[in-house]
């Protein structure tokens, strides 16, 4: 078994291979990603709403999200496996992340988690990163923080916060974080945060210059209908190939085609 390290990853950035991340949540798909060769699988709190159909990733809890990662990293031979610490279990205190942080590592078997956050979280960062843990910082639109943004559109377009997000990069850098998602920043901002920084920077809704990209499985894979934002390019249309299937399926035991002789026993 040979899984992806921090290290490769940074080779990649210094080499100037992108780096390719998806989310996953359960066994069978991160089965198939893993072997579609993705580097790294995140075991995202965007649980919260394509697996659970909450608006928001905030009701997701630590031990839906260790469930989620234990059956990922069950499907896993080669990707680097990163989970999100969930809203609620790590903003209390730094010895409380570090908590839910050892629940993470040794419930699930994954290889790092992610937290959102920069200045804010610095004392959770330094002990997570003593533990030995790896850790994936997350800037920009960070959706735990979704009421006092009240929106889902992309942050830091005034220079106040583009500022502010690129010393928190900086930071987590100097702390000791592998790499960094930026989400939904103007791609101008995230060249710059890329550039400056020697760590990793993978991007959603960031634009193309950054070291790597991350998306929603279920939403590059079109099973869900609705969500058509403009940074999502749609590789496949699983909603209505999936539609048409189960349609078929029903169509067929009504009309007693399912099962046929060479399907019984
Ligand atoms: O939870 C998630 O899916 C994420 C990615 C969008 C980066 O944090
Ligand atoms: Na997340």
């Known amino acids: 078994v040979k899984i992806i390290t921090t290290h490769q990853l940074q080779n990649m950035k210094e080499r100037g291979e992108k780096i390719s991340?998806?989310?996953a949540y359960d066994y069978s798909m991160a089965t198939i990603l893993d072997a579609a060769g993705i580097d790294v699988l995140l075991v995202g709190d965007s649980a919260s709403n394509v697996?659970?159909?909450?608006?928001?990733t905030l009701p997701i809890t630590l031990d839906q999200m260790i469930y989620h990662a234990s059956s990922v990293v069950r499907g896993v031979k080669r990707a680097f496996v990163v989970v999100d610490l969930p809203?609620?279990?790590?903003q209390g205190n730094s010895s409380e992340a570090l908590r839910s942080t050892i629940r993470i590592m040794k419930e699930s078997g994954a290889h790092g988690i992610k937290l959102e956050g920069g200045a804010e979280i610095k004392e959770s960062v330094t002990r997570i990163l003593s533990a030995g843990v790896p850790v994936m910082g997350h800037l920009g639109l960070t959706p735990q923080s979704i009421y006092k943004f009240g929106t889902y559109s992309v942050r830091a377009k005034e220079d106040a916060e583009a500022e502010k997000l690129l010393s928190d990069a900086q930071l987590l850098q100097e702390l000791g974080c592998f790499a960094i998602v930026l989400e939904k920043v103007p791609a101008s901002l995230a060249k710059k945060v890329a550039e400056t920084l020697h760590i990793p920077i993978i991007g959603i809704g960031a634009?193309?210059?950054v070291d790597g990209q991350v998306l929603v499985v279920h939403?590059?894979?079109?099973?869900?209908?609705e969500f058509?934002?403009?940074?999502?390019r749609r590789y496949a249309d699983l909603h209505t190939i999936m539609t048409d299937a189960v349609a078929n399926?029903?169509?067929?035991v009504k009309a007693q085609d399912f099962p046929n002789e060479k399907e019984a026993y």
Do not use: C, Q, W
Request: aromatic residues 12%; glycine residues 12%.
């Open 51 to 56: 697996m659970a159909g909450h608006e928001t």
């Open 249 to 252: 399926y029903v169509k067929d």
């Open 87 to 90: 809203f609620g279990s790590y």
């Open 207 to 209: 634009g193309p210059h």
């Open 21 to 23: 991340m998806l989310t």
């Open 228 to 232: 058509k934002p403009r940074f999502l």
């Open 219 to 225: 939403d590059m894979l079109g099973i869900n209908k």
